[in-house]
């Protein structure tokens, strides 16, 4: 444990507990002297938007099915060994 040091940390609970209960954020202490906490929150919470829109909800693999993506990987899988099998 390490004594005399202070950070400012800012909490953010999550509205929807499906993804995450709540976000922390350490903030930099040249930054905490300057701004309002108001906007420090929105800068918090823009951040952590942005962190869902890029892992959780995006990308074009996280929008196959689970069984389709089985049935395709088999079926790259056959193709893969078919092509082997012939070739040897």
């Not at 922390?24 to 930054?31: D, G, N, P, S």
């Not at 942005?50 to 196959?64: L, V």
Request: glycine letters at 8%.
């Amino acid at each position: 444990m390490v004594k005399g040091v202070t950070k400012r940390v800012v909490v953010i609970k999550s509205p929807d507990r499906r993804i995450f209960d709540e976000a922390i954020f350490i903030v930099r202490e040249e930054a905490a002297s300057g701004i309002t906490s108001g906007d420090i929150l929105k800068e918090a919470q823009a951040v952590a938007d942005s962190y869902i829109q890029a892992n959780i909800r995006g990308g074009f693999f996280r929008r196959i099915p689970p069984l389709a993506a089985a049935l395709y990987g088999a079926g790259v899988a056959a193709a893969v060994w078919a092509v082997f099998e012939f070739l040897i």
